[in-house]
């Protein structure tokens, strides 16, 4: 089946010559399908290339298979099943500013972390632009009329940059205005740190606001929750950003997820701020979100207060992360994980 989402216009408008209809139709099926619409109802269209796309094509290989509401916030967890029958999810958050919607770029992920739960059964494979954006659509149509998705961040499962084209491709049709038009402002891209593709992305002009895992001040620390760190030193990946910086006049974001007996005392704020200095950067603390099979713990509201304040007092500007959807599994990979294992057991969910 051609999935059209992964289609810029114009390839659209080369598929649709070949189909000998005119140069005009590639705008209005390009608008349809990111509107998230059925090609039974592109009524513009004429009933025989109505029927030929839905014999040959699909509107969107992703569909919402499941929703997780959070009582506390509305933050919904969703539940995705792609077209070779693989399961990913995301998370969209309410937030006043906006909707938030977080996208995963791959099934699993192969980087490692120690503290993560989708690299716990490795990368099945990547997603393909048009699966990145056919969750964009889907959340869309969740939101309904009159709501729709305004921020993006590539922080669900998978290493975006280990997914290099079908992500860079995504962004190039995300800004599209015929199509869901949010502008490259409004996205986030977060990374493990992998140095020759972060400075390869600095060059592709899409200035998106780079988050760095940053999540330890020395490569030895890092070296132990983080394999991506023996390939690649912190001072290369701090190099790269301040490529990316350079090139796209924005601050980058590092990410430091606070973890008990590892990286979250006293000393290792006073480290992470004098690696910091001068740079053009914001530390996002995140409280750690405990995955059972890990076995790492966080920290409490004190500690995490007494690391932001040292970060503070050597001018580091620093936030801490709101949490969202506590209460319906937030970290990563997790209701996946307990989706797979339910199928397996032949259990019903809980
Ligand atoms: N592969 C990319 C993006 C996906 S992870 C990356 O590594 O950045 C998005 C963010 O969530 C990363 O900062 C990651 O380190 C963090 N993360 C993963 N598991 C977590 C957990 N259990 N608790 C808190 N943050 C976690």
């Known amino acids: ?91 969209l958050m309410r937030y006043k500013h906006g909707n938030t919607l977080c996208l995963s770029t791959q099934v699993g992920c192969k980087m490692g972390c120690a503290f993560c739960a989708s690299t716990l059964d490795g990368c099945v494979r990547n997603l ?17 009329q009159g709501e729709r998705v305004h921020n993006i961040v590539l922080m669900g499962s998978g290493e975006p940059l280990d997914n290099y084209e079908n992500t860079t491709r995504f962004l190039r049709l995300l800004r599209e205005p015929d199509g869901v038009n949010i502008g490259l402002r409004n996205v986030s891209l977060s990374t493990c740190g992998l140095v020759p593709q972060m400075i390869a992305f600095a060059g592709e002009n899409l200035p998106v606001t780079l988050s760095v895992s940053l999540h330890a001040p020395s490569d030895a620390i890092r070296r132990t929750i983080m394999p991506i760190a023996n390939r690649y030193a912190i001072s290369e990946v701090l190099d790269a950003c301040r490529i990316y910086i350079e090139k796209t006049g924005r601050r980058v974001i590092f990410e430091y997820a606070l973890i008990r007996g590892v990286n979250a005392a006293p000393e290792h704020a006073r480290a992470l701020a004098s690696l910091l200095r001068g740079m053009q950067c914001h530390v996002n603390l995140i409280p750690l979100n405990s995955v059972p099979e890990r076995g790492l713990q966080g920290v409490n509201e004190r500690e995490v207060a007494a690391f932001k304040a040292a970060l503070e007092e050597r001018h580091i500007s620093v936030t801490r992360r709101r949490e969202m959807g506590d209460d319906i599994e937030g970290a990563c990979g997790q209701l996946r994980r307990k989706h797979i294992a339910a199928e397996l057991n032949g259990l019903p969910e809980q």
């Open 1 to 91: 089946m051609l999935e059209l989402l992964n289609m810029t216009q114009a390839e659209l408008g080369e598929l649709l010559a070949a189909w000998r209809q005119p140069a005009f139709r590639k705008k209005q099926l390009f608008a349809w399908l990111h509107q998230g619409v059925p090609f039974e109802q592109m009524l513009n269209l004429p009933a025989a290339l109505r029927e030929r796309l839905r014999a040959e094509a699909v509107e969107n290989a992703v569909s919402v298979l499941d929703t997780v509401s959070s009582a506390i916030d509305g933050t919904v967890k969703l539940l995705y099943r792609l077209q070779d029958g693989n399961v990913i999810e995301g998370v």
């Open 128 to 144: 393909t632009a048009g699966e990145m954006l056919g969750q964009v659509i889907c959340a869309n149509r969740l939101l309904g």
